[in-house]
């Protein structure tokens, strides 16, 4: 049963324009969720993350936005660069837990057209 | 500044065979964690450790033994490989901050014929 999903394998986004991926979440005893981003035949890199008790996060042309009530969290890419071209995974941690990993969603393939 | 190293990078077994994957960290990281990525199926956690000495089962832990004799290092061993096995997996560390953020190998693919 999934905890963490991530419901569009991919998104065809032209370069520029806004970027959107999208996360949805059935467990409320996650307190941070986390975004990684993964290029092909490399482990998954550290994008941005954001505490349940926020609702916006942002760090340079990538924001999060977590909206508790519906469970569901988005990254927004602005404006969408050809190195966006990527997998990216949402993760969730659960609350007090430092050591136990992260839960991750299937990934969304992030295609950026010139 | 090597990070979390796997080896090897590369492995084709036959059904039966045993084999260990190999993970060295080199950022004094207390947690240690083995991940497999399967098509469609994201990342899932196979066994952990949260200190030398220590292990624990994660969501995925069958057919996997895993051991941590030494702080920076993680081995992950298939007694006798299943073609189910075949993924490609995923080392990965953490200090134990509060976001939980992890640092991850470069993976390693495994196929069992």
């Known amino acids: 049963d999934q905890q963490v999903k991530q419901n569009s394998p991919s998104l065809s986004v032209q370069e520029g324009r806004i970027s959107i991926l999208n996360c949805d979440y059935t467990?409320?005893?996650?307190?941070?969720f986390l975004w990684y981003k993964k290029y092909p035949a490399e482990g998954p890199t550290f994008l941005i993350s954001?505490?349940?008790?926020?609702d916006k996060n942002e760090d340079g042309r990538f924001t999060v936005f977590l909206n508790k009530s519906a469970k569901h969290l988005s990254l927004h890419i602005v404006p969408s660069q050809p190195g966006d071209s990527a997998v990216y995974f949402c993760?969730?941690?659960?609350?007090?837990?430092?050591?136990?990993?992260?839960?991750f969603g299937k990934g969304t393939h992030l295609i950026i057209q010139p | 500044n090597a990070g979390v190293t796997q080896t090897p990078k590369f492995r084709v077994l036959k059904t039966g065979q045993s084999m260990t994957l190999l993970c060295a960290q080199d950022?004094?990281?207390?947690?240690m964690y083995w991940y497999r990525q399967d098509p469609g199926m994201g990342l899932r956690l196979i066994h952990y450790?949260?200190?030398?000495?220590?292990?624990a089962k994660g969501e995925v832990p069958d057919g996997y033994n895993v051991s941590r004799l030494k702080k920076q290092n993680f081995l992950l061993g298939l007694e006798s490989a299943a073609p189910s096995q075949t993924s490609v997996y995923f080392c990965?560390?953490?200090?134990?901050?509060?976001?939980?953020?992890?640092?991850f190998g470069e993976g390693s693919r495994l196929t069992v014929l």
């Open positions: 990965a560390s953490s200090y134990g901050g509060q976001a939980g953020e992890l640092f």
């Open positions: 467990n409320s005893m996650f307190d941070y």
């Open positions: 954001i505490s349940s008790i926020k």
């Open positions: 993760a969730a941690k659960f609350f007090g837990s430092r050591a136990d990993g992260l839960t």
């Open positions: 950022m004094n990281h207390e947690y």
């Open positions: 450790s949260v200190g030398e000495g220590t292990t």
